[in-house]
């Protein structure tokens, strides 16, 4: 670990153990799920099994005798309450969206769509009933891929999106990368898949609603990486109960990876259903209905092509992407193939141009949000994937290829041609880090001995950087998105010193009750465990917009840092007051607030707390209480960045793709608590290897999902990943109070490519293969190591 | 994941159960559950009535019958793992997971003769022998009898697999499987030993529709040759979006090679 010893805080930068942890060791977290309220009801979704069908009658009667069963909802009962469309939270011009139900009305448009719901006295009976609903679906011609959907005479997903185009994106300049194109000393095109990934949360997606009609007030528990978001949603545009009449708590989440971050259908039929019935009703998803509704990720058909000049230097890069976006389009659908993916194009490089065209297409798949990474895995991976190939074939290490074209320390505050501005940065130290920890020569001497032989090696080195922290909310506007993205906090602090701290950002996982604390032990000076962390229940919490896209850290810990100097302003005042001196004599060190060399004249914190309250001594004119709320609205992105270096030892026999050794070297600015960096950065990269090797969202041509349970989605396992080698640079950011960035994307934002590129370095070395596409499946490997050396010997003989 | 309503009932001992079964046709029998209760769960198998016969005593545990270890069909396969049989143990070692070997049993799922479980290959390189019970009396199944077909065996309706009879004479023994990367099934299992007459016998598993023997890979190991290939050129392969019919008959003759090895 580098570059936080010269911190002198006590508990920023400590790797302490999560606070969380010991519940939900222990099993006694609450979960969604977990929570039962008297009187509650049961609901249990009927699902579309078709991609495509247009919905005829629905015979309640079918089940509305069986013992238990209270009532049968259909999106007639939908349209019937006057519930609205679940709204998309990001406008691109002339974005085509169609409408999108809380139950389907007309059509489903997806296997999973939700076409009845079944409320019953216990979860069984719900099942039980939900199974035997008579529905008669009439299908309809489906498509499940984008290419298909675009095609001429292709079926129509929705009638009000002509062609199946939702929209046409681009950014940059055409015409200077068409000049870099003219200039070229060499060319590389490469055509790539990005696949369908599910996200599989630990928890599934869960909702419970309750309706107070003397009040008029709802209560939701939801499993939701932002309750103030779905809260707007739900009140403001699909269901119409004043704002403040909806709570919603998200109380422990078991893991979002983004999937939580959206406004889904249960959630509204669960408010709907509690008002009807006079009672709480709760749905849990199924682990087979997850992978049906949880909103997918990734899915984009790309063209990449790379220009260089004759010394190697990149002169223009060129991006096509086909961008699936699924049966629906969610939150924030639109934004995460273009603002979220073709601005990050542009990579760690000195580009002159860049040119990005991204069409959203629809299809009669599980819609497309979203998921870890969200367009900036992808824009890796298509920028990343295409310098490798450029590497080969100018015969250059793709090591030093890379740093000779880096984005160079002086030149930060950096400009890209795809209008992002990098706040900071210095990749090489990162690079060469990684080089030195992961023995590169030693790797290479390796990889030749090995050559020719039943197993080969294959080794890559590949540099990123991410935006997270999106902002500022005037900026983001301007783009098209239908929130702000700023943060709040509240800190409040209680007559006997102790501290509670609420954040509008959310842990499903990150260990924000462990680390936001670590921020205000320090500021405050009082021990850590005076202070809790209030999240996840818009009845408490100032508004905020949750978490998601590496944000909490930047923005929600930045908007803690500047309530928590506004505590310590006015706790200063109270302390001199209390000092009888003057406040320029005051200092605050060692926890308590002292008189400049009179160190005996002193007060603790404790002591200021009490009098705030008590309010026998305050100087004049001042408010008593102890509490200070912040808004803050970061004044740009923060852009971590990073070398990773993955190595893999194919079977060639099998096609078995072994991921030996797997190195990193991150820069996330400060760390303030490195055990939980660690364990973001560890799961990210297992995500990113999960992609490369073995998760497959796959459907078949007409939108039938083959991989619907574990049984074929192959999730990754301890025992397929090795013991990670992860170090840090820090390069703080040079616009937050905290100088922090983000690191709960770039694990996964950095290996899919890293772990790809090892596995094509293998096979280009060996025998010349530039490109296969993810995930590198056994099959997969094997035949085309078969083939290439068929037609190796095949040229020999000729 | 909630099963359509059953029935459930345990077996007080075997011959209770074959009563119980003669009583109610539609009785189906759960041992370890591993692979009937995740087909209930998806409402893929809904059988009225469950017998357990789970904990019936009578049917656990291994001992020694003269040249035969006799292993209870409720043995489970983490007793497998631990005992002193025969290639057994490092088939065991690759069924699940600890807790899926905590609770499933050997006898579960060689009646079972799901085409992708380890241990039917296992069971025919070994020559292991079947007691199957029926409310008629005791029959002896030969190994190369018991797999029928998919999910088909040789235990008929009615009729309980009470024991596995193990050869002891088998000197050295392997197995290689290439798994399935989501389900941990084999997509190829190839089992080999080595018998007291020095003969010895192959199988393969996961690759067709059932385990069976591999004739042409015992006669050329037999004949001191190399596994070599082809191995199974002209059988009906299984093939699937993971591995193609062509694939596996390549494991098979991938891992045949890699087992002859070990084997020495």
Request: include cysteine.
């Amino acid at each position: 670990m580098t570059g936080n010893e010269s911190r002198t805080d006590k508990y920023f930068g400590q790797a302490l153990k999560r606070k969380e942890d010991p519940r939900f060791i222990t099993g006694t977290g609450n979960y969604t799920d977990d929570i039962v309220l008297p009187g509650m009801l049961h609901a249990a979704m009927v699902r579309s099994p078709y991609p495509h069908a247009k919905i005829g009658g629905i015979n309640k009667e079918s089940v509305t005798g069986m013992p238990g069963v209270v009532a049968v909802l259909t999106g007639q009962d939908i349209a019937d309450a006057g519930i609205g469309s679940i709204p998309v939270g990001w406008l691109l011009p002339e974005l085509k969206t169609p409408a999108h139900p809380a139950i389907a009305l007309t059509e489903a448009n997806h296997v999973g769509d939700i076409v009845a719901v079944v409320v019953a006295e216990n979860r069984a009976l719900a099942e039980d009933a939900a199974s035997m609903l008579e529905v008669d679906y009439e299908p309809l011609p489906s498509v499940a891929f984008a290419g298909a959907a675009i095609a001429e005479g292709a079926p129509v997903v929705h009638d009000d999106v002509p062609g199946n185009v939702a929209f046409n994106w681009e950014i940059g300049d055409a015409t200077a990368v068409q000049e870099g194109f003219n200039a070229a000393y060499k060319t590389v095109k490469l055509k790539l898949t990005n696949q369908r990934l599910i996200p599989n949360a630990i928890e599934p997606r869960a909702s419970l609603a309750q309706f107070t009609p003397a009040s008029g007030e709802y209560l939701l528990y939801t499993t939701s990486q932002n309750p103030h978001i779905h809260r707007l949603i739900l009140a403001a545009f699909v269901m119409n109960i004043p704002e403040h009449k909806l709570r919603v708590i998200s109380p422990d989440v078991g893991g979002g990876f983004g999937s939580k971050i959206f406004q889904y259908q249960e959630e509204v039929i669960m408010l709907l259903a509690a008002r009807l019935m006079g009672r709480p009703v709760k749905w849990t998803a199924r682990r087979s209905e997850a992978f049906v509704s949880d909103m997918q990720g990734r899915d984009h058909e790309t063209e990449t092509e790379m220009a260089v000049d004759k010394d190697g230097k990149m002169l223009a890069f060129r991006v096509n992407t086909l961008a699936n976006l699924g049966a629906y389009q969610t939150l924030f659908a639109p934004a995460v193939p273009t603002y979220l993916y073709g601005t990050l194009c542009n990579g760690v490089y000195k580009l002159p141009a860049v040119h990005v065209k991204v069409q959203g297409v629809m299809t009669n798949t599980v819609p497309v949000d979203a998921y870890r990474g969200a367009g900036r895995p992808e824009a890796t991976y298509a920028i990343e994937r295409t310098v490798d190939a450029m590497a080969h074939a100018l015969g250059e290490d793709p090591a030093e290829f890379r740093r000779k074209n880096f984005i160079q320390p002086e030149d930060f505050p950096y400009q890209t041609p795809v209008a992002l501005v990098y706040d900071s940065g210095n990749y090489e130290p990162a690079l060469d880090m990684a080089l030195g920890m992961m023995k590169y020569p030693e790797l290479r001497a390796e990889q030749e001995r090995m050559k020719g032989s039943n197993k080969i090696l294959g080794v890559s080195v590949i540099s990123y950087v991410e935006a997270c922290g999106l902002a500022p909310s005037a900026l983001v506007g301007q783009l098209g998105a239908q929130a702000g993205q700023w943060e709040s906090s509240l800190v409040r602090v209680y007559p006997t010193g102790k501290v509670e701290l609420f954040t509008g950002s959310h842990s499903h996982g990150q260990g924000h009750e462990t680390a936001f604390p670590q921020i205000a032990a320090d500021e405050l000076q009082i021990p850590i465990e005076d202070i809790d962390l209030v999240h996840g229940d818009t009845g408490r919490m100032p508004y905020g917009w949750g978490t998601y896209g590496s944000r909490s850290a930047a923005v929600g810990g930045s908007a803690l840092k500047v309530a928590l100097q506004k505590i310590t302003a006015k706790a200063k005042k109270i302390a001199a007051h209390l000092l009888e001196a003057s406040e320029e004599d005051v200092e605050h060190e060692n926890g308590v607030f002292r008189i400049k060399g009179a160190p005996d004249q002193s007060k603790t914190f404790f002591d200021v707390a009490l009098m705030a309250h008590l309010a026998h001594s305050l100087p004049d004119g001042m408010e008593p209480g102890l509490e200070a709320t912040a808004f803050y609205d970061p004044k740009n992105f923060v852009y971590p960045f990073g070398t990773h270096m993955a190595v893999v030892e194919i079977d060639t026999d099998t096609g078995k793709v072994d991921l030996r050794n797997y190195g990193c070297v991150d820069d996330c600015g400060p760390l303030i608590n490195p055990l939980i960096v660690e364990g973001q950065v560890h799961g990210g990269i297992a995500q990113g290897a999960g992609q490369a090797l073995w998760e497959e969202g796959a459907y078949d041509e007409e939108g039938n999902l083959l991989a619907a349970s574990y049984m074929e989605y192959t999730m990754p396992r301890a025992d397929d990943l090795p013991m990670y080698q992860i170090d840090h640079t820090v390069t703080p950011s040079p616009h937050n109070p905290l100088g922090v960035k983000g690191i709960g994307e770039s694990g996964t934002i950095a290996s899919s490519a890293a772990v790809a590129n090892a596995v094509l370095d293998a096979l280009w070395h060996e025998c010349g293969i530039e490109h296969l596409d993810m995930p590198y499946t056994a099959e997969k490997v094997w035949k085309a190591i078969r083939d290439s050396r068929a037609g190796m010997g095949q040229a020999a003989d000729d | 994941m909630y099963p359509a309503n059953f029935d459930y009932q345990k077996a007080a001992s075997v011959d209770a159960a074959l009563q119980a079964m003669a009583d109610n046709p539609d009785l189906k029998v759960i041992a370890g559950g591993h692979s009937l209760l995740p087909a209930m769960k998806l409402r893929l198998a809904q059988p009225p009535a469950l017998l357990d016969i789970f904990n019936l005593e009578e049917l656990k545990g291994i001992k020694e019958d003269g040249d035969f270890y006799v292993v209870g069909a409720m043995t489970t396969h983490a007793d497998v793992l631990r005992s002193q049989l025969p290639l057994f143990p490092e088939v065991a070692g690759w069924v699940g997971d600890p807790m899926v070997r905590n609770r499933g049993t050997i006898g579960g799922s060689l009646a079972h003769a799901d085409p992708s479980a380890d241990y039917p290959a296992a069971a025919l390189a070994t020559g292991a022998e079947f007691v199957i019970r029926g409310m008629g009396g005791e029959r002896t199944v030969g190994a190369d009898e018991m797999f029928l077909g998919m999910f088909e065996s040789a235990v008929q309706h009615g009729e309980l697999l009470t024991h596995i009879r193990i050869p002891r004479g088998i000197s050295a023994s392997v197995y290689e499987k290439y798994r399935h990367p989501a389900s941990h099934y084999a997509i190829v299992g190839v089992a080999m030993a080595r018998h007291a007459d020095g003969q010895i016998r192959a199988a393969y598993t996961g690759a067709a529709e059932k385990a069976a023997r591999l004739p042409k890979l015992e006669e050329r190991l037999n004949a001191g040759q190399d596994a070599g290939t082809g191995l199974v050129e002209g059988a009906d392969m299984l093939g699937d979006r993971f591995a193609s019919a062509e694939f596996r008959a390549h494991l098979v003759d991938v891992l045949s090679d890699r087992a002859a090895k070990r084997l020495g």
